[in-house]
């Protein structure tokens, strides 16, 4: 959402929360606008009217995120995506779905599809799908908050650093 979304943001929210009979604090509406802040609001306005009809109680930002993840795209969905893309496209463009490139990444880059043979493709699509679904909220997780994960990944490396230099002494 852009900064001029959250009039409407609170708008929808604010219905949400009085149709649920909760009560918001300035708090949680800080919450809410930091953890719905990659959705567009028109978006988040759909999935809002959507957990109104099938929340029992308040939707919460995680309900949003669940409603998120149901509709992405099936491993056989996702794998019909990456061969159109890699019939040429993945030459001048990156795709624009994360999760998708991370997952051809996993198995060879676009090039292993764009460049293999038709006899084969079957077992590379086999791979792609096993890899696609193996995929855990974890990985969503890396691809969200890359910054995060660089961070972590460095603080593994200076502790290792630390243990090698107390073993060896150097």
Same mark, same amino acid.
């Given at each position: 959402?852009?900064?001029?979304?959250?009039?409407?943001?609170?708008?929808?929210?604010?219905?949400?929360?009085?149709?649920? =009979?909760?009560?918001? +604090?300035?708090?949680?509406?800080?919450? @809410?606008?930091?953890?719905?802040?990659? @959705?567009?609001?028109?978006?988040?306005?759909?999935?809002?009217?959507?957990?109104?009809?099938?929340?029992?109680?308040?939707?919460?930002?995680?309900?949003?995120?669940?409603?998120?993840?149901?509709?992405?795209?099936?491993?056989?969905?996702?794998? &019909?995506?990456?061969?159109?893309?890699?019939?040429? &496209?993945? =030459?001048?463009?990156?795709?624009?779905?994360? =999760?998708?490139?991370?997952?051809?990444?996993? *198995?060879?880059?676009?090039?292993? *599809?764009?460049?293999?043979?038709?006899?084969?493709?079957?077992?590379?699509?086999? =791979?792609? *799908?096993? +890899?696609?679904?193996?995929?855990?909220?974890?990985?969503?997780?890396?691809? &969200?908050?890359?910054?995060?994960?660089?961070?972590?990944?460095?603080?593994?490396?200076?502790?290792?650093?630390? *243990?090698?230099?107390?073993?060896?002494?150097?």
């Amino acid at each position: 959402m852009e900064v001029d979304d959250r009039a409407e943001f609170v708008r929808v929210l604010n219905g949400l929360a009085a149709i649920k =009979r909760v009560d918001l +604090t300035e708090d949680a509406y800080e919450l @809410w606008w930091h953890s719905m802040r990659d @959705w567009p609001i028109n978006d988040f306005k759909v999935a809002a009217g959507y957990l109104l009809k099938n929340c029992q109680f308040m939707p919460a930002p995680n309900d949003f995120e669940e409603l998120r993840k149901k509709n992405r795209p099936s491993a056989h969905e996702a794998w &019909a995506d990456a061969l159109c893309f890699a019939d040429g &496209a993945w =030459r001048k463009d990156v795709h624009e779905d994360k =999760r998708l490139n991370a997952v051809v990444d996993a *198995i060879g880059g676009w090039p292993a *599809i764009a460049l293999c043979e038709t006899a084969k493709l079957g077992f590379l699509e086999r =791979r792609f *799908i096993e +890899t696609y679904n193996d995929f855990s909220d974890s990985d969503d997780a890396r691809l &969200a908050l890359p910054d995060l994960t660089e961070r972590t990944q460095n603080d593994k490396a200076l502790q290792i650093g630390q *243990i090698v230099k107390g073993i060896t002494g150097t």
